[in-house]
């Protein structure tokens, strides 16, 4: 009896096992399931998939472009094939694949988000930026925080009724309100550009979309540190004193990485060697998010001001081959990020297990965001209006516009859709209905750029906002590789910095240039003057007394005179090396 009993012991565990591994791979033998062999096998098809998908999703991109097809957007057609491909690989036998090609919240932070906020800085039209800084502040900041507190109580009353067995504390919500207040740049502004939309409306938006990722996650990570806590008055000012600094001091470590880049290329010969500047450069700006990141501060804000600090100074200090580079680094890195993104939202539906979908709090969830967004855009953008006429009217400006039309504040609003963010934030959520809210964040992020997203060109048209705008002569956000003079004068090959004329240096400058026509002695000319004003400011006393004359027609004139006449001549080479062979360009 007891060997029977044995025998039948054995055979049910060997049951199991087999069963077991079964649902694992039905393809793998039990002894095969966790050899590393194996799983680098199953880990080259996800990677395979993957790359699959952003090929498509490239020559998609190419293709729409090229038939000049701007009523479907890749974006749309990114998430679907990730959708589909998901669906696929959930209804297929096994599980290593599907677990490979699961959204990661440390892949996101670590590897697919950096580029893309680092180009973005990198790229920012800086004149366009800073001229409307008050207005990007206002919706980055207060409407940013006006929109996740409104989504917030409105999941939190929801919630409470318990209609669906889910009750979440405030805390809780107001985490995922912070979460879902991230928008996504990258589908709206891309059609921005294929339509050349007004400059202004394109820059308000672009900033505050770029501004509003980083103050999002500041606001998120504040608000899990609250957790376990109770909930007074005090903790609101603590809360918001904890944002102000994390922001501020992250600000400063993403501007003192690009002054300390800045430097050290003015003072080294690094340019020398253009394969080790640009490695240097790229490293410097992801030594800033990382080192950012683990002082507990925001890595986003980080890398988001250095590289617009090093576009400002340190890019005028390069090579002319690392300023080539440079710039299409980074392009390449945020295109590969973007669509890998999308692909990857598309992918997460059906190749989360753990999710729980709630078809009415997800319902709730979609039409709370509009109604945040409505409260963050409309009245700020009266508030702004108002000012803007007291403005006018006080420095007796005729016929002044509306800083902000209506058809501006409704693209504003359409302009809200959410991003890969909020979903890497919410899958930093914790406790009993994480696995709910993650779902519902998953699903409204990807209903908003499906649904916003795809109906951006058709609302432009209805709405009548000027588009096919040609960009402003002298933008600062374009490196182009034909012109012979670049910004404030500079000549492309502009090289060593000081007396030094280094023979490497000339025939880099040869090797790139070459193809270009030679320069009249007028344009020689031109170039020298212009060279001679920018490289010889004028530091006198009296110049400097007027640095910080405040006007009120340019509030930030005196932050422009300062970084011309004192920080330039500090961060940035003075003095160009002499060609001895001009005529050889």
């Not at 922001?247 to 060697?273: D, E, M, N, P, Q």
């Not at 499906?450 to 906002?465: D, H, N, P, Q, S």
Request: hydrophobic share 45%; net charge negative.
């Amino acid at each position: 009896m007891d060997s029977i009993r044995y025998v039948g012991t054995q055979v049910l565990t060997s049951f199991l096992r087999k069963r077991d591994s079964t649902d694992a791979d039905p393809d793998v033998p039990d002894d095969e399931v966790s050899d590393p062999a194996t799983e680098e096998i199953f880990t080259s098809w996800a990677i395979f998939i993957l790359i699959l998908l952003i090929i498509g999703s490239l020559w998609t991109s190419y293709y729409l472009q090229k038939k000049r097809i701007q009523a479907v957007h890749e974006t749309v057609i990114s998430i679907f094939a990730g959708m589909f491909v998901g669906l696929i690989i959930r209804v297929s036998p096994g599980h290593f694949i599907q677990e490979h090609v699961s959204f990661s919240y440390s892949y996101f932070f670590n590897l697919l988000l950096p580029p893309i906020i680092l180009n973005s800085g990198y790229e920012l039209h800086q004149a366009n930026f800073f001229r409307n800084l008050a207005t990007i502040l206002t919706f980055a900041f207060l409407g940013t925080f006006i929109a996740a507190i409104v989504l917030g109580i409105i999941l939190f009353i929801w919630t409470a009724i318990g209609l669906e067995g889910i009750n979440i504390s405030l805390l809780d919500a107001i985490s995922v309100g912070a979460a879902l207040s991230a928008t996504d740049p990258v589908t709206i502004l891309s059609i921005f550009n294929a339509y050349k939309v007004d400059p202004k409306l394109y820059t308000i938006i672009f900033g505050e979309s770029l501004l509003n990722d980083a103050i999002c996650i500041v606001m998120f990570e504040t608000a899990q540190k609250f957790t376990g806590e109770d909930l007074r008055i005090s903790s609101f000012f603590k809360g918001v004193g904890m944002f102000l600094m994390t922001f501020t001091i992250s600000l400063l470590i993403g501007t003192i990485v690009g002054i300390l880049t800045a430097l050290l290329l003015k003072h080294s010969h690094i340019r020398r060697f253009p394969q080790i500047e640009s490695c240097l450069v790229l490293l410097f700006a992801y030594a800033a998010y990382f080192f950012s990141n683990g002082c507990h501060m925001s890595g986003i804000v980080s890398l988001l001001f250095c590289g617009i600090t090093l576009k400002h100074y340190a890019y005028y200090n390069m090579s002319r081959r690392t300023q080539i580079a440079v710039k299409y680094i980074f392009q390449l890195l945020a295109q590969l990020s973007e669509n890998f993104i999308f692909i990857y939202l598309g992918l997460s539906l059906f190749t989360e297990v753990e999710l729980i979908f709630k078809p009415i709090l997800i319902i709730v969830t979609a039409v709370g965001i509009c109604v945040s967004r409505y409260a963050a855009v409309f009245p700020l953008s009266r508030l702004i209006n108002f000012v803007h006429s007291k403005r006018a009217a006080a420095l007796r400006i005729p016929n002044h516009q509306e800083e902000i039309p209506p058809p501006y504040q409704m693209m504003l609003f359409w302009a809200g859709l959410r991003g890969a963010v909020g979903v890497a934030l919410a899958a930093g959520l914790t406790g009993e209905h994480a696995s709910s809210l993650k779902a519902t964040v998953l699903v409204v992020v990807v209903l908003t750029v499906i649904v916003f997203g795809g109906t951006t060109a058709r609302m432009l048209e209805i709405l009548g906002i000027r588009t096919g705008v040609i960009e402003e002569v002298g933008s600062d956000d374009e490196f182009d590789i034909e012109s012979n003079v670049g910004k404030h004068g500079r000549p492309m090959n502009y090289q060593d910095g000081g007396n030094n004329n280094d023979e490497l240096d000339i025939s880099d400058a040869e090797s790139d240039v070459s193809d270009l026509p030679p320069m009249s002695s007028s344009q020689q000319q031109s170039q020298n003057v212009a060279l001679n004003n920018i490289s010889r400011p004028d530091l006198s006393s009296s110049s400097l007394s007027g640095i910080f004359s405040k006007t009120a027609e340019d509030p930030g004139k005196w932050f422009k005179e300062f970084d011309d006449q004192v920080l330039k001549p500090v961060l940035l080479d003075s003095t160009p090396s002499e060609d001895p062979n001009p005529n050889k360009r």
